[in-house]
Nanobody
Framework: QVQLVESGGGLVQAGGSLRLSCAAS????????MGWFRQAPGKEREFVAA????????YYADSVKGRFTIRRDNAKNTVYLQMNSLKPEDTAVYYC?????????????WGQGTQVTVSS
């Protein structure tokens, strides 16, 4: 098990940027595939981005491709989500998650979430 704590959320105007961070406990972080997910009010949680163990491969939802970038620093036990050109529809609670198996999950370690609000 790895414990995950997100930070970096906040209120930003449309077109702005935010960088989310997810700090992981433990010494096995590099063994985890990491992902970012989000859940908007009244909607189901959706996949945003994922990154493999060494960061060699990344995956994005079509809705964020070209605007968001996921990366990880295994020396710091941290995964990041750089979000540029934000849109009001990006407003959601963002969660980081990890699993030991596959990019497509299932993800069994979750953070508590951080709120991102994009004003128009």
């Amino acid at each position: 098990q790895v414990q995950l704590v997100e930070s970096g959320g906040g209120l930003v105007q449309a077109g702005g940027s935010l960088r989310l961070s997810c700090a992981a406990s433990g010494r096995t972080f590099s063994r985890y595939v990491m992902g970012w997910f989000r859940q908007a009010p009244g909607k189901e949680r959706e996949f945003v981005a994922a990154i493999t163990w060494t960061g060699g491969s990344t995956y994005y939802a079509d809705s964020v491709k070209g605007r968001f970038t996921i990366r990880r620093d295994n020396a710091k036990n941290t995964v990041y989500l750089q979000m540029n050109s934000l849109k009001p529809e990006d407003t959601a609670v963002y969660y980081c998650a990890g699993n030991l198996r596959r990019v497509d999950g299932p993800y069994d370690n979750w953070g508590q979430g951080t709120q991102v609000t994009v004003s128009s």
